[in-house]
């Protein structure tokens, strides 16, 4: 619910603080009051298209400030959700227009862009009038209108269009992944071939590198190992040391034991001589290499390394890498009992689509017949018995929402052509046209204000009363403000405000001024009789307060 309006230098307001209660709220005035002003104010705060130029002429800048009740389950807590903007139990929509045309908007004192307020306006405020082209007229919303009347639960529809589209979906990319890979047929065969020959192991390049150093290796120390065994051997060092021992054995007799400790010590050289031999001997075997084993081991070193590169990938992830390989190449194998599967499950998913939007367009055809109806019922009494509301229904693209297309239709005459709402009525026709369909669609927004511009437009006397009796009704359910100029409208408001248009030296100003029950008489009196307020008119204004 609309709370508060203030407005700050704009156009021909300088200072104006409105205060809304729930219900009926009217404003009345002469013709050039400012009681459009008020609606371009709030449509400018609510972030609406409307004059380019606000600001008071003179002033820095032109301001508006609007406060809305907002209870916890109102749709703006979840615009102010996703903006980040904590929800509390009041909205305080702030915007300031600068005389050279730069806007600000805040909500709740954070900053906020115009998409921000227009999103939340959609859950505030709703305009209903001839420039109505937010609500009732603009067809692109007709649809949820009529489900809403009819109280249809879309969560079927909704959820076999999700499972129809997502079958679509699997089937397109199997399909493309199928194509994809019957190009690359030839190239997946022989990879896989190639790896499967040659099957690398993970860890195998480390292994037959190391390997292949090694015996690189010996090759290059054999040569030093087989010199210093010949040079220890018994062509070496070994019989140099034998020679000596026997010379000096011949000599021992006659050296009177001079020479036995030099034998010993001889002894034992000999002895850790034969153990040198034996290890370096064990080592030289273990260096012998064999050429054909190097070449066979470098062969497959360098075909594990040259298949990684042809891949793109390490030594080590060849083995996964065939995986994978092999995996596209059972799809392709495997593709069109795989497509089949796929295109089976799309004809079922589309199956159960068109038959939820079957079930959802012959609901949708009972509502429209029962809408039109009701609509024929409220027509009457706005003394507009002889104009024809039809909802039509039509073929649209299939969607979430159905197959089915909605517009509301009048033919304000028999026989006359049917057409769209603001292309057929006049603008009187216009306002019942809507204040109708809006009775009809009661209930379809809750928490909104209603908001209704000289909807009584052109007529009088007991339409003007059955006008203000309907916006009556729709106030017990919602706050409901409206511009009139009818008295009958004007008596049944719960709260009552008088514009007018004052010259105070050289500048004009709009004032809006809460009514006593007294000035509502002496209000309701002009609007009956115009200038010249006699008991007459204050008897019948009496009249019609009382109801």
């Known amino acids: 619910m609309l709370r508060s309006l203030d407005i700050r230098d704009v156009l021909i307001i300088d200072r104006l603080s409105l205060e809304l209660g ?8 002469e013709t ?39 209870p916890p389950a109102h749709p703006a807590v979840v615009v102010l959700q996703e903006a980040g903007i904590e929800a509390e139990g009041e909205l305080i929509l702030r915007r300031v227009n600068t005389a050279d045309g730069r806007k600000t908007a805040f909500v709740n004192d954070r900053r906020v862009s115009g998409e921000v307020l227009r999103a939340l306006s959609d859950g505030l405020v709703e305009l209903h009038g001839q420039h109505d082209d937010r609500g009732l007229l603009n067809p692109r919303g007709h649809r949820a209108l009529l489900d ?39 190239f997946l065969r022989h990879a896989v071939a190639e790896l499967d020959k040659l099957n690398p192991e993970a860890g195998e390049e480390a292994t037959l590198d190391a390997r292949r150093r090694a015996m690189q290796g010996a090759e290059r120390i054999r040569a030093d190992v087989a010199r210093a065994l010949q040079m220890i051997g018994e062509d070496g060092a070994e019989a140099a040391l034998r020679d000596a021992m026997r010379w000096l054995e011949g000599a021992a007799d006659r050296a009177e034991g001079a020479l036995e400790a030099p034998l010993a010590a001889m002894s034992r050289a000999l002895i850790e001589l034969s153990e040198a031999q034996a290890g370096v001997e064990t080592c030289l075997n273990g260096l012998d290499v064999n050429p054909g084993e190097l070449e066979a081991l470098e062969e ?46 799309v004809a079922e998913a589309e199956a159960r689509y068109q038959a939820e939007a079957e079930a959802l367009s012959t609901a949708r055809r009972a509502a429209a017949g029962r809408l039109d109806a009701a609509m024929a019922a409220e027509l009457a009494p706005l003394k507009m018995e002889r104009a024809v509301f039809v909802t039509e229904l039509s073929p649209a693209e299939p969607g979430p929402e159905g197959v089915d297309g909605v517009t509301f239709t009048v033919a304000t005459n028999p026989g006359a052509p049917a057409g769209a709402l603001n292309r057929i009525a006049s603008g009187g026709e216009l306002s019942r046209f809507l204040l109708a369909l809006k009775v009809c669609l009661m209930g379809d927004s809750p928490g909104v204000t209603m908001i209704f511009d000289e909807i009584d437009r052109g007529v009088g006397g007991a339409t003007a009363d059955a006008v203000g009796r309907r916006l009556k009704a729709l106030a017990g359910q919602a706050q409901v403000l409206v511009v ?43 609007m009956i009789s115009g200038d010249r307020i006699n008991d007459a008119a204050r008897a019948a204004a009496r009249e019609l307060l009382n109801g």
Request: charged fraction near 25%.
């Open 300 to 345: 497959r070193l360098f075909a594990i390394r040259a298949l990684a590169r042809k891949h793109g990938v390490l030594p080590d992830d060849l083995g996964p890498h065939a995986d994978a390989l092999r995996g596209r190449l059972a799809a392709l194998d495997m593709g069109e009992a795989g497509i089949g599967r796929l295109r089976k499950a």
């Open 148 to 186: 809403t009347f009819a109280g249809l639960d879309l969560s079927g529809v909704r959820s076999a269009w999700a499972a129809a589209r997502q079958a679509r979906t699997a089937l397109s990319e199997a399909e493309a992944a199928l194509q994809a890979a019957r190009a690359e047929e030839d």
């Open 484 to 526: 009139t100029h009818s008295p009958q409208v004007a008596a049944l408001g719960a709260h009552h405000w008088r514009v007018e248009k004052r010259v105070t030296g050289e500048q004009t100003l709009s004032t809006v001024t809460v009514l006593s029950p007294d000035e509502r008489v002496e209000e309701i009196a002009r």
């Open 22 to 29: 729930p219900g009926l709220n009217v404003l009345t005035g």
């Open 32 to 70: 050039g009051a400012g009681k459009s002003i008020l609606l371009d104010a709030l449509g400018f705060v609510l972030g609406w298209r409307g004059r380019a130029e606000l600001v008071r002429q003179g002033a820095a800048q032109g301001e508006v400030t609007a406060v809305f009740d907002l």
